[in-house]
């Protein structure tokens, strides 16, 4: 059964010619030029009959009309490298004029985006271009002499000018919050997590859930809650503090508030005992209610936090078993991984290197290192017995050698 995008206008189904089946993941997406004007399906129908071994997964016209060719399960014959094509999902793009810089339509730039968004949202692809065959975005010219996708698609690409619009379409925005100054509080709340979990990923996945959840904001209160309630953040704070907004209230009134937006109201009802003498809105009687919880009903998911070898596994284990909101996607598991590398890239280099950087000996006779963590990916080299490595970073039972030369399996050895 052919594979292809809901958002397709026109289908010239390639069926088994001019492709090959698809033996590794898609994990790119290829933009081309036509070199030429022409709608979606005169160019796919053109590639389809002619005598060129050429193809592509998708063809999109001057005028927007996005055509599926090779199904997205095949490889199709379009970047002169088989190994980008068998990862990539390709896209031809008509120009609006057959002559250099080679533009391209409004109307075939945002059926590009969207497509993108469309493959990039199934795949779980994250975009970028920094000119790499390693970034999920590639080109052509990466591998054969030729002037496409053309100068008008390469200074999109290198300007950020595609990567930007496909995490607009993805709700992936790069947040004002990477540009904004540092937040005092938030040095202050890496040392105090770290201090207590001990593993950099584990404190930045944790944090990146709690920035997603209040801002790092302790007095935050829960957005809709401002409207129904009538009150600001300040407000409400100001009278739970006071007593004129009682504990019963406090408890029962099913809006989210603090660091951890605490909701449930008998973890309400916790918050505020907990708070003795201290104002609700306390930074550190939140940080300790925090680890009191984790320390309680939430063990298993602060032995993940201390164990966790990425910011993903550990942010991963707080959304799915912590916070639990309704929307646990994977592309919001991506989000909030995201949130959290920022503070691993920000705060983890003095506390978390000792963490992040462990040697193993290798026990097995030869062991293969892999461009990524899983057999799924291509064998870049070998490393052998007795030999003994720096570990920076664990995805399962993969790791990432200090070198960038890859991953290998750890089960395969010992730590040194
Ligand atoms: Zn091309």
Same mark, same amino acid.
């Given at each position: 059964?052919?594979?292809?995008?809901?958002?397709?206008?026109?289908?010239?189904?390639?069926?088994?010619?001019?492709?090959?089946?698809?033996?590794?993941?898609?994990?790119?997406?290829?933009?081309?030029?036509?070199?030429?004007?022409?709608?979606?399906?005169?160019?796919?129908?053109?590639?389809?009959?002619?005598?060129?071994?050429?193809?592509?997964?998708?063809?999109?016209?001057?005028?927007?009309?996005?055509?599926?060719?090779?199904?997205?399960?095949?490889?199709?014959?379009?970047?002169?490298?088989?190994?980008?094509?068998?990862?990539?999902?390709?896209?031809?793009?008509?120009?609006?004029?057959?002559?250099?810089?080679?533009?391209?339509?409004?109307?075939?730039?945002?059926?590009?985006?969207?497509?993108?968004?469309?493959?990039?949202?199934?795949?779980?692809?994250?975009?970028?271009?920094?000119?790499?065959?390693?970034?999920?975005?590639?080109?052509?010219?990466? /591998?054969?002499?030729?002037?496409?996708?053309?100068?008008?698609?390469? $200074?999109? !690409?290198?300007?950020? =000018?595609? +990567? *930007?619009? #496909?995490?607009?379409?993805?709700?992936?925005?790069?947040?004002?919050?990477?540009?904004?100054?540092?937040?005092?509080?938030?040095?202050?709340?890496?040392?105090?997590?770290?201090?207590?979990?001990?593993?950099?990923?584990?404190?930045?996945?944790?944090?990146?859930?709690?920035?997603?959840?209040?801002?790092?904001?302790?007095?935050?209160?829960?957005?809709?809650?401002?409207?129904?309630?009538?009150?600001?953040?300040?407000?409400?704070?100001?009278?739970?503090?006071?007593?004129?907004?009682?504990?019963?209230?406090?408890?029962?009134?099913?809006?989210? /508030?603090?660091?951890?937006?605490?909701?449930?109201?008998?973890?309400? $009802?916790? !918050?505020?005992?907990? =708070?003795? +003498? *201290?104002? #609700?809105?306390?930074?550190?009687?939140?940080?300790?209610?925090?680890?009191?919880?984790?320390?309680?009903?939430?063990?298993?998911?602060?032995?993940?936090?201390?164990?966790?070898?990425?910011?993903?596994?550990?942010?991963?284990?707080?959304?799915?078993?912590?916070?639990?909101?309704?929307?646990?996607?994977?592309?919001?598991?991506?989000?909030?991984?995201?949130?959290?590398?920022?503070?691993?890239?920000?705060?983890?280099?003095?506390?978390?290197?000792?963490?992040?950087?462990?040697?193993?000996?290798?026990?097995?006779?030869?062991?293969?290192?892999?461009?990524?963590?899983?057999?799924?990916?291509?064998?870049?080299?070998?490393?052998?017995?007795?030999?003994?490595?720096?570990?920076?970073? #664990?995805?399962?039972?993969?790791?990432?050698?200090?070198?960038?030369?890859?991953?290998?399996?750890?089960?395969?050895?010992?730590?040194?």
């Amino acid at each position: 059964m052919s594979t292809f995008s809901p958002l397709c206008d026109a289908l010239v189904d390639f069926g088994l010619n001019k492709s090959n089946s698809r033996t590794e993941i898609v994990t790119k997406i290829t933009i081309h030029h036509m070199a030429g004007v022409s709608s979606g399906e005169a160019c796919a129908r053109a590639h389809r009959s002619g005598s060129r071994d050429a193809s592509a997964n998708y063809y999109i016209g001057n005028s927007g009309d996005i055509c599926g060719g090779v199904s997205e399960d095949r490889r199709a014959w379009t970047s002169s490298s088989a190994w980008n094509d068998q990862r990539a999902i390709t896209i031809e793009v008509s120009n609006s004029k057959a002559s250099a810089p080679w533009p391209v339509s409004d109307a075939a730039y945002q059926s590009l985006i969207r497509l993108c968004v469309d493959i990039c949202r199934r795949y779980n692809i994250t975009p970028h271009y920094s000119g790499s065959k390693d970034d999920s975005l590639t080109v052509h010219r990466m /591998y054969a002499a030729t002037a496409c996708p053309g100068d008008t698609i390469m $200074e999109w !690409l290198k300007s950020g =000018r595609i +990567e *930007r619009d #496909i995490l607009a379409g993805l709700g992936m925005a790069a947040e004002p919050v990477i540009d904004k100054p540092t937040d005092p509080r938030e040095a202050y709340i890496w040392r105090y997590l770290f201090d207590k979990i001990g593993n950099a990923y584990g404190v930045a996945g944790l944090m990146g859930n709690l920035y997603a959840e209040s801002g790092l904001r302790p007095d935050n209160l829960q957005n809709s809650y401002e409207k129904r309630l009538g009150m600001t953040d300040q407000e409400y704070t100001a009278k739970v503090n006071s007593g004129e907004y009682s504990k019963k209230q406090f408890i029962s009134d099913k809006a989210g /508030y603090g660091l951890a937006q605490w909701t449930y109201w008998s973890r309400k $009802e916790d !918050l505020y005992n907990f =708070r003795g +003498e *201290r104002s #609700i809105d306390c930074l550190e009687m939140q940080l300790d209610f925090l680890l009191e919880e984790l320390n309680s009903a939430y063990t298993h998911v602060y032995r993940a936090l201390k164990a966790a070898g990425s910011v993903y596994e550990a942010s991963t284990a707080v959304l799915t078993q912590y916070e639990r909101p309704a929307d646990q996607s994977e592309h919001m598991r991506l989000k909030r991984a995201a949130y959290g590398q920022m503070y691993y890239d920000r705060y983890a280099g003095d506390a978390g290197s000792h963490k992040a950087g462990y040697l193993v000996r290798v026990t097995a006779g030869v062991l293969n290192v892999r461009k990524g963590p899983g057999t799924s990916f291509e064998v870049t080299t070998t490393v052998h017995k007795g030999e003994v490595y720096t570990i920076v970073q #664990i995805v399962g039972e993969w790791g990432q050698l200090k070198s960038g030369a890859g991953w290998i399996n750890l089960k395969y050895t010992e730590k040194v």
